[in-house]
């Protein structure tokens, strides 16, 4: 497959044949018709970490390397349990987490058992930033 650019934008319009929801479905196979006859799952309407992974290579071919990051750190996070998720956000919000390691645990967390690489390197930068700022005591 060849590399996307901010031509290929948006995908669904396009290059259809890329969008897939997580059930494998094409975009051409969800159809009120097939929603009606219960051939559509939710599955089939849930995004995939390569439509994320496809966004970001859009994202960088038009010069939004940030923009293509965060599609790249969303892309980890497909397959991470919203629980898990939200906790993580929690505990990222400032005077939330007591010590530096309570921030170090959930990077390897995610690192080991959702290969999160992305996300786990940016809670360690963030386990820095706040030792640096002390902003690991319960403050609100």
Known sequence: MRKLTIKDYPLAENRPETVRGKGGKSIG????QAVLSG???MADLQITPQALRD????AADA???TLALNFRRGAELVEVPQDLIMSTYELLRPGRAQRKQ???DRAELLREQYNADGIADFIVE????YEKR?????RF
Do not use: N, W
């Not at 002390?134 to 319960?138: N, P």
């Open 63 to 65: 010069g939004r390397q």
């Open 39 to 41: 051939d559509v799952t």
């Open 102 to 104: 309570d921030l170090l």
């Open 29 to 32: 196979q969800i159809t009120l």
């Open 134 to 138: 002390g902003l690991f005591t319960y």
């Open 55 to 58: 966004q970001a290579e859009i």
């Open 126 to 129: 963030a386990a820095d930033i």
